[in-house]
C-alpha cells in the first residue's frame, strides 16, 4: 500500500490530468498576401513613368546652376495628371481595381521625381547658387500643388457639366 505524498500531489483527491490536444496554429495571411497583381502593376507603370521622366531629361537638359526646368515641369505636369486621375478614378468611373495603382501610384509615381528636386536644390546650394535654390525649393512644391488643385477643381467642375447635359452619376452607371 502506498501513502499519498503531498509534494507529488498524488493524493486519491488529487485532480486526474485529462490531456489536452495542442492547439492548431492560426495560419495568418501575410499583409502583402495577394497583392501580387498590385505590385506587379506598380513596377510596370513605375517603369513606365521613370522612362518618360529620363526621355525628358534627354530631351530638355538642365544648366548646370540653372533653374532645373526640366524636373519643374514634369513635376507639375505630373501632379496635374494626378488630380485629374483621381478625381476620375474616385467620382466619375467605376475604376477597376488595378487601374489607379498602375497609374497613379505606377505611372504618375514613377514620372514626378521629388527626389531628383531635393537633389537639385541640394547641388544648387553646394554650387554657390543660393537664390535659385531658394526659388526651386519655394516653387516646384507650389506649383506642383496648385496644379492638383486646379485640374482637380476643373475636372469636377467638367464632370457637373457632362451631369447636367444628361449625364448622370458615375461613368458606367444608368439613369434610375
Same mark, same amino acid.
Given at each position: 500500500m502506498s501513502v499519498p505524498h503531498p509534494e507529488r500531489g498524488?493524493?486519491?483527491? =488529487?485532480?486526474?490530468?485529462?490531456?489536452?490536444? @495542442?492547439?492548431?496554429?492560426?495560419?495568418?495571411?501575410?499583409?502583402w498576401h $495577394?497583392? $501580387?497583381?498590385?505590385?506587379?502593376?506598380? @513596377?510596370? $507603370?513605375?517603369a513606365i513613368g521613370a522612362s518618360a521622366r529620363y526621355g525628358a531629361s534627354l530631351l530638355w537638359p538642365e544648366? /548646370? $546652376?540653372? +533653374?532645373?526646368?526640366? /524636373? +519643374?515641369w514634369v513635376n507639375v505636369l505630373g501632379c496635374a495628371l494626378m488630380g485629374v486621375l483621381m478625381v476620375l478614378v474616385t467620382e466619375a468611373w467605376a475604376a477597376p481595381r488595378l487601374v489607379r495603382p498602375f497609374l497613379g501610384t505606377g505611372v504618375l509615381g514613377g514620372f514626378t521625381? +521629388?527626389? /531628383?528636386? =531635393?537633389?537639385d536644390v541640394e547641388q544648387l546650394l553646394a554650387g554657390g547658387h543660393a537664390p535659385t535654390a531658394l526659388a526651386c525649393l519655394v516653387a516646384t512644391p507650389s506649383a506642383a500643388l496648385t496644379a492638383v488643385w486646379l485640374t482637380s477643381s476643373? /475636372?469636377?467642375?467638367?464632370?457637373v457639366v457632362g451631369r447636367e447635359d444628361g449625364h448622370p452619376g458615375r461613368a458606367g452607371e444608368r439613369p434610375s
Open positions: 498524488d493524493s486519491p483527491d =488529487a485532480p486526474v490530468p485529462v490531456p489536452v490536444p @495542442a492547439p492548431t496554429p492560426v495560419r495568418r495571411q501575410m499583409p $495577394g497583392q $501580387g497583381p498590385v505590385v506587379a502593376v506598380v @513596377a510596370v $507603370g513605375g544648366r /548646370t $546652376g540653372g +533653374f532645373p526646368w526640366t /524636373t +519643374f521625381t +521629388f527626389s /531628383t528636386y =531635393a537633389v476643373a /475636372t469636377r467642375r467638367a464632370l
